[in-house]
């Protein structure tokens, strides 16, 4: 077989800082080349080697590398896989993302025009829309390593020790080509409590800043949290850019849900429904009751009806999914459905009585009824 020496290079560099998602790419890389030349089963074999999870770092001996709190020995920063589920992101959402990843790819190019950019950037919003998702998905498609700090994970009830942790993860980060995802920013914000001593909460921050001013200008940060107006305005400038992540529109429903539950097939009016029917819901809501109901139909003796999945979209509320049983609707069940299909998703009479099972008569006695009361 020809490989070409650099590659071979990367690899053994990859392997002596343990890194599998580098060790993964370059086989990757030589797989591709062997099949080029026709070694089909060389090719084969390499990318089932591939496919192999890797030793834990852990029991490699690499862990001992990760800063550690001092008090509890737990790693204060742990590396995440690529995610293997696709993203759905609203336009403005991934508007931003493209030139965020756009201007990480070609970083050193912008550098040397003088027109580069902090690579930092701040996912916001309330939970379940996405936020770590995201950041696996921008790690993955920058090919780098995926670092993972829970800020609230760094909090020491001892005097002091927050900071030498945090200083801890800055020190590690830059060695490594990485992409550094501070999950739960906001947990600093919560130093203002009174287990901490007054100057804590300004001891923190101030390290963060010095930490976030250290990196390399190619260390890419990607920070997240549920709460941004508790963020330090001085933490908030260090992120140039910002994508606020928002309950998924109508659009990234639809996506959502033919993703979930449908499995990509083709069906088309029922994710139109379902859509329009969970507004309000997180894409975290709507994965959960959409396994629940494919979870049901493995294990039940038939498929769960759309009706009994909409009942279940009608009874959640963003962070808090019903998921859905296996019992028969019963008449109160039909009634909630009728009003809310009718009322919340502007479904037809027709339509409605399709779905729930019943007449259009009955369907008019529903609304009747709900209408006096
Ligand atoms: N927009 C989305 N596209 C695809 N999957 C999604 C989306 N939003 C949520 N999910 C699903 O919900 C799961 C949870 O989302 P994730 O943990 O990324 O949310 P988060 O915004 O980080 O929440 P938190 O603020 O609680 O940390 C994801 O792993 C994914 O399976
Ligand atoms: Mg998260």
């Known amino acids: 077989m020809e490989v070409d020496k650099s590659l071979i290079s990367a690899l053994i560099e990859s392997a002596m800082s343990a890194d599998y998602t580098g060790v993964r790419r370059v086989g990757g890389q030589i ?84 027109v580069s950019a902090r690579l930092g950037l701040l996912l916001y919003g309330p939970p379940g829309t996405g936020k770590s998702l995201l950041a696996g998905h921008i790690a993955a498609s920058l090919k780098r390593p995926f670092y993972i700090v829970r800020l609230d994970s760094l909090i020491s009830s001892r005097l002091g020790e927050t900071a030498k942790n945090i200083r801890g993860i800055f020190e590690f980060v830059p060695t490594r080509n990485a992409v550094l995802f501070l999950d739960e920013m906001d947990a600093i914000a919560k130093l203002r409590d009174d287990r901490h001593e007054l100057g804590e909460l300004k001891r923190v921050v101030n390290t963060v800043l010095q930490g976030l001013d250290s990196l390399t200008d190619d260390v890419v940060t990607i920070g997240a949290t549920n709460h941004p107006h508790l963020l330090d305005p001085a933490i908030w400038r260090r992120f140039p850019y910002k994508v606020e992540m928002t309950l998924p529109e109508e659009e990234v429903r639809r996506s959502l849900w033919q993703h979930f539950l ?9 994710s139109d429904l379902l859509a329009r029917a969970s507004d309000g819901l997180n894409g975290a809501d709507i994965e959960n009751i959409a396994l629940a109901a494919r979870r049901r139909s493995i294990l039940g003796n038939r498929e769960p009806s759309l009706a009994q999945i909409l009942l279940a979209v009608q009874s959640s509320r963003a962070g808090n999914p019903r998921l859905l049983t296996n019992r028969e609707l019963d008449t109160v069940d039909k009634k909630t459905l009728t009003l809310f299909l009718h009322d919340k998703a502007g479904v037809k009479v027709a339509d409605i009585a399709g779905i729930v099972g019943v007449s259009r008569q009955m369907v008019h006695r529903y609304l009747k009824e709900a209408e006096h009361g």
Not at 42 to 62: F, I, W
Not at 66 to 79: N, T, V
Request: proline share 5%; no cysteine.
């Open 31 to 114: 797989a591709k080349r062997l099949a080029e030349q026709n070694d089909l089963e060389g090719a084969k074999a390499l990318q089932s080697l591939l496919r192999k999870r890797g030793v834990p770092l852990q029991a490699s001996g690499y862990a001992e590398a990760l800063p550690r709190d001092a008090g509890s020995r737990l790693p204060l920063i742990e590396e995440g896989q690529w995610p293997t589920t696709p993203i759905m992101l609203g336009g403005e959402a991934g508007h931003t993302i493209s030139q965020f990843i756009e201007d990480a790819k070609h970083i050193g190019l912008l550098a040397e025009k003088g």
């Open 262 to 270: 449908f499995q990509n097939s083709d069906k088309r009016e029922e």
